[in-house]
């Protein structure tokens, strides 16, 4: 069965500290790649995504993530957090099987920011 | 330029009952998909529909079913609801195809007492 793992489910950073967040995913075929962000009482929003080409993707407010295709990984990377980065961050998998897409998500990984 | 919209925002039920969740999808959108996500665990995927047909079910029981209108606004029903039950229960609207992107409402909260 597909399954996407995130290693860290909380984390605790100081503002300008650097982010890297894991996600590993298990499925063989093709698949296109996300990460989404919930800030605390919003909904879920697209960080960046993944469909194919240049493996090093950007995304909005500064993400970025890398796509390696061999390690089944897709991490999200911020040089600098700030405060406003506080929130929960999903990685998601688009496996198509059967004909149709289904998002595949992880379980998450709670940011907190202090000042 | 609206988002997916989902109502009710919050709702309150007794075991037993049943309940009925609506989604408007982006316009232009054709396809509607629900997730289920339980306090402290990713959203999971329940259904997937495309020009009112269902393509595609998560591994729930048969207590959920959902439907898509002509206008391609969808509803999720749950019979016999369960404490278990309780979750946000999220709607995505997307175009149809691989390289697509999903984009959410705000989900409606569903506690089930």
């Known amino acids: 069965a597909q399954s996407v793992s995130q290693h860290n489910h909380h984390v605790i950073l100081s503002e300008a500290a650097s982010l890297e967040l894991g996600c590993n995913y298990s499925y063989g075929g093709t698949v296109n790649l996300f990460w989404y962000v919930q800030y605390p009482g919003q909904h879920l929003q697209l960080l960046l995504k993944y469909f194919s080409g240049d493996p090093l993707v950007k995304g909005i407010k500064g993400f970025e993530a890398e796509f390696i295709k061999s390690k089944f990984s897709f991490n999200l990377r911020k040089p600098s957090v700030q405060w406003s980065d506080t929130a929960e961050y999903f990685c998601a998998v688009n496996a198509v099987t059967g004909g149709y897409n289904k998002l595949i998500f992880g379980a998450g990984t709670r940011l907190a920011v202090h000042p | ?113």
């Open chain 2, 1 to 113: 330029d609206a988002g997916v919209t989902q109502s009710p925002t919050h709702l309150i039920k007794t075991r037993g009952q049943h309940v009925t969740l609506r989604c408007s999808p982006i316009s232009g959108h054709k396809s509607v998909s629900w997730y289920q996500q339980v306090l402290g665990q990713g959203p999971q995927f329940i259904f997937q529909y495309y020009e009112k047909e269902e393509r595609g079910r998560g591994n729930f029981p048969d207590r959920f079913s959902a439907r898509q209108f002509p206008n391609y606004s969808s509803e999720l029903n749950v019979n016999a609801l369960l404490l278990g039950d309780s979750a946000l229960y999220l709607c995505a609207s997307s175009f149809w195809g691989l390289n697509t992107e999903a984009f959410f409402g705000q989900g409606t909260r569903l506690t089930v007492v």
